[in-house]
């Protein structure tokens, strides 16, 4: 999983939209798709290079236009043999796992890239917020703002590694590990939402801005406590 995720998104969806909705020539091994109608096939590929072109969607072999295959377009007989079947069931075990692959992939690099901007540019921002409001307010601490950024790179961090983690925990488990991280999630969106409304904020405005301090040091709170939820539920 750490080499694969070193590669890009767009890459691991079009990996996955190939393995899914392709098959191989037998000739040449090109991806063919199918979109419609019965299931002999010809590839153009071949058919340009005066190779053998023909073959069927369901089994994957070389039309047999004089025997088995013959002109049974819609319902060849292999569709009903027992190693095509087993084929078949080998290659959506394939697919159910390569989609799981792009699922936590896309998660991870999600969280991956807020915490890196959130990491360097929110905590800039913060900092100045600091600074303004000490400067408006001698005496007054922005350090709390400071703190709720430092705690979503936090739990940004966690995240993603937690989706690597989660990429390999059983199929029982995982439906807890999505009930827990879609709560520690909301409440990183949220807070990250509040942050950004206050890094807009005019602080020498008459007009308080609508998220006070306890509000944020609240939520940043309840992150807190989610967080230890997740913690406990992945151990």
């Keep these: 999983y750490q080499r694969r995720v070193h590669?890009?998104?767009?890459?691991?969806?079009?990996?996955?939209?190939?393995?899914?909705?392709?098959?191989?020539?037998?000739?040449c091994q090109t991806p063919v798709e199918k979109n419609d109608g019965c299931m002999h096939m010809s590839c153009t590929q071949c058919a340009a290079a005066k190779r053998k072109k023909d073959w069927c969607w369901v089994c994957g072999q070389h039309w047999d236009f004089d025997g088995a295959h013959g002109s049974n377009w819609y319902n060849p007989p292999c569709k009903s043999d027992a190693k095509v079947k087993a084929k078949e069931s080998e290659a959506a075990k394939v697919q159910t796992e390569l989609y799981k692959y792009v699922k936590y992939y896309e998660k991870y690099a999600e969280h991956d890239k807020a915490r890196k901007g959130q990491s360097t540019?929110?905590?800039?921002k913060a900092e100045n917020y600091k600074r303004h409001v000490l400067e408006a307010n001698p005496g007054a601490d922005g350090t709390y703002v400071v703190n709720a950024v430092t705690a979503v790179v936090d739990a940004r961090t966690y995240l993603k590694f937690a989706y690597v983690y989660a990429y390999y925990i059983s199929d029982e488990r995982r439906e807890f590990f999505d009930f827990k991280i879609a709560q520690v999630e909301e409440v990183v969106s949220n807070l990250s939402n509040m942050l950004e409304d206050i890094y807009r904020h005019d602080v020498t405005s008459l007009e308080p801005c609508k998220w006070s301090r306890d509000m944020v040091v609240n939520i940043a709170a309840r992150l807190k406590l989610e967080m230890e939820g997740l913690q406990v539920g992945l151990e």
């Design 121 to 124: 540019e929110d905590i800039r």
């Design 7 to 27: 590669g890009e998104a767009g890459e691991s969806d079009n990996l996955a939209y190939i393995v899914a909705n392709t098959k191989p020539c037998p000739t």
